[in-house]
């Protein structure tokens, strides 16, 4: 079955970088495109950044210059490299494929 499984969330100070991994099985990596969202409280999930099989990227305006998404299909992993974090970016991140989702994986950005 499909299985995503998010890690790298956690609390950083406005200005730091974190990166997010999102490990897949149970599908064949290579063949589909991966997305972050991300859902703050009391908000709707919204969509961060997406990034296709041939690694064509889409970023949403308010992460584009500071987020990059990137996949590695060696290790069947899809990546969120978040730099210049603000507080406006705390949020439960979730990997997503097809109608399939991971756990999600908490950032919270405070000082």
């Known amino acids: 079955q499909v299985q995503l499984v998010e890690s790298g969330g956690g609390l950083v100070q406005p200005g730091s970088s974190l990166r997010l991994s999102c490990a897949a099985s149970g599908f064949t990596f290579r063949t589909f495109g991966m997305a972050w969202f991300r859902q703050a409280p009391g908000k709707e999930r919204e969509l961060v950044a997406t990034i296709s099989t041939g690694s064509t990227t889409y970023y949403a305006d308010s992460v584009k210059g500071r987020f990059t998404i990137s996949r590695d299909n060696a290790k069947n992993t899809v990546y969120l490299q978040m730099n210049t974090l603000k507080p406006a970016d705390t949020a439960v991140y979730y990997c997503?494929?097809?109608?399939?989702w991971g756990q999600g994986t908490q950032v919270t950005v405070s000082s």
């Open positions: 997503n494929t097809m109608t399939y």
